[in-house]
């Protein structure tokens, strides 16, 4: 593997590149991939013009650069995510017709969830996940399904922490933590009003396929009394999905 | 850039890998890929080996390879089609509910349609369409929508043909073809029966933002009666939907 005089192979240049992109930043300079890739300016330019040319990154009108048209297709046709979302889709579209504000979708990733699908209602009360987003698994909902549900191993590891606050109600103490995974897993949902927004509270349940826990299905809604009782059509819409998971073996690929 | 004694670029040969999986071909061995990318067997194996360790490509516990989350996760997160498909997701969700089937959103790219988003009745008829799948600008309605408003340098090089048919109903005849463009922009919508399969028929209109055309907006039905009159709530859906993307310049970037 060709390695740059700093030692970092090709494919860790053009990682760095992609990763310089994100929901705020999806329109970026040359000079601007340059500064939060940390790669020398002539590197980026000629990076970023050998990436233009396969399509992994493309210029607009004022030579402005954002991903590529190419690379999304890489990525989504062949999506590690697209069966479970192609599934899931209908049903989030259920809950969203009938509880309104967002549903949202989340699977465990590298310690922390990545969320993998979103709808949300023009007058949706703030919601900070987005599509390809990720989130702390102590501190949101489907984090706490995610984390009751998956292995000793990644939660003995976050247990340990840090646990960072990122308000007043985040779960933020191992032993608090460990007590309300317990009762996630007795209940069946995670419920968290405030723990990220003290505006929004989280919910969510598990989706599973054939008895395994593969993602997370959420709500937010507004942190009132009226966000207690949608735990019901959430914990209904969760089964609903997975039952047609477990028939259709989709998401195994 | 590095090279290979071939004279290719390493880049170039991770396109080619990257490549190598598809809807049909989500998961394949290294020897799969290498015979795919037409890449040596050692060539393959090290960059497989390289580019999973970068979450690109991810291994299952077979050893099988497949495309990585963080390579979904970059690609979408500045996703050059996420503002267009969030818009559009709550209006096929309401067509979907409403008319049925399949409905799907395609933009032009690279001479032919990308489909980018696709929602689907589990009884829906035969629709070979796929999110991030790709099909003919003159056969599918979609892409007669984005040709009839589309730059008159890609109206000419496609009218100039060649326009192979996908069954005898597909147009495959330049006179046919810019006759039926002219049609499509005075009716304001392409009615595509049996064009793509005898057993469907494809309908589909312009979205617009600010005036410009930027996606069609389609149906997929039975090729019968009941499809003509669809292109009712279809126009309707379409108007909505531009009218939401021209409010918020969502898709600019």
Redesign the interface.
Known sequence: ??RSPSGE????R??RI??A???D???LTVSEISHRAALPAATTA?LVR??TG?G?L?R?ERRRV????R????????????GLR?AA??YM?DL??VVGHSTQLG?L??GEV?FVER?SAPDAVVNIT????RLPLHASSAGLVLLAHGSAEVRERIARGPLPALTPHTIADERALRAELAEVRRRGFAFCPGHIHPDATGIAVPVRQNGEVVAALGLVVPNDDAAWPLHQPLLLTGRALSRALSAAPVFS?
Chains 1, 2 share one sequence.
Do not use: C, K, N
């Open positions: 593997m060709a192979s090709l494919l860790t053009v990682v992609l990763d992109f994100g929901p930043t999806p329109v000629r050998e990436m396969h992994l493309a607009d954002r991903i590529g048209t690379m999304w297709e890489l990525a989504e046709r062949a999506s590690p995510v697209l192609q889709l209908q579209g969203q017709a699977v990733d590298g990545l709808l987005r599509i390809a987003g690929g």
